[in-house]
């Protein structure tokens, strides 16, 4: 039995995101049915995270188990050439029998790409958040100070998250502009909890619009209180970039 580690790219615009759901089209799903189709063995893609509806990934890195005696590169070439335009195998590995792309993971890199202009980008509208209002990007850098390190962030975690453990560290914060407007906010983390990007970037846009001060992210994330940080950023202008073992 063969341990296979691929990584993979895709636009989550048509997909109901990662994770396999009746009756919705999801990335798991499509890899799956494309790897029988080539294997002719029912399998079970495990990715490093679930990433929502709509999300996108550069880099995201699953792994599955086959008995096929199909060398790697053959299989990349094969599996490229019946799965949708979307969806792209950038690499395919066969690791030690230990790896589990997600419980392997020592850390993963969001990006969130917002369009900040007053007009909108019509090549960009389905992969950045078009936010018009010039934001003050000292103050966002100066609030995403106090997010870094190790915190309990239940504020920034979506509403039916069933997990008990809220602690997190985030390793990295980075926020950079260039002269279009556009606007990439980077998070490194050894993990993420349900919709946490979205509601940081929605958090600290708040802050790059003067509605509330850098110094609110350090009251918001003791609140552990989701209805006080700020709304949920919309899912088509998040990136997952880097996944780390």
């Known amino acids: 039995m063969k341990n296979i580690k691929i990584v993979v ?6 997909y109901h995101g990662w994770q396999r759901q009746r009756g919705h089209r999801s990335i798991q799903q499509t890899l799956e049915e494309k790897i029988k189709l080539i294997t002719r063995e029912e399998v079970t893609v495990i990715g490093s995270g679930r990433t929502d509806s709509g999300v996108h990934a550069f880099n995201q890195v ?12 053959n299989l990349l070439r094969a599996l490229n050439g019946v799965l949708p335009d979307d969806i792209v195998i950038k690499r ?3 690791m030690a029998k230990s790896f589990h792309a997600r419980f392997s993971v020592k850390s993963k890199k969001y990006v969130y790409h917002i369009w900040n202009n007053t007009t909108n ?7 950045c958040w078009h936010v018009r209002k010039e934001l003050n990007l000292e103050c966002m850098k100066k609030a995403a100070c106090f997010i870094k390190g190790t915190h309990d962030f239940k504020a920034f975690c979506g509403t039916g998250s069933k ?16 002269d279009r407007g556009k606007l990439l906010i980077t998070i490194t983390a050894d993990g993420f909890l349900r919709h946490m990007v979205r509601n940081i970037v929605g958090t600290l ?23 006080k940080a700020g709304m949920t950023a919309p899912a088509h202008g998040l990136f997952l970039a880097e996944v780390h073992y």
């Open 9 to 14: 790219e895709y636009d989550g615009t048509r």
């Open 62 to 73: 699953a792994n599955f188990q086959m008995t096929a005696r199909i060398r790697e590169e």
């Open 92 to 94: 395919v590995e066969e």
């Open 121 to 127: 980008t019509a090549i960009n509208r389905y992969y």
């Open 163 to 178: 997990v008990k453990n809220y602690t997190r560290t985030i390793l990295d914060v980075e926020l950079d502009r260039d």
């Open 205 to 227: 846009v708040e802050v790059g619009k003067g509605k509330i001060t850098p110094e609110d992210l350090k009251v918001i994330l003791d609140s552990r209180d989701r209805r």
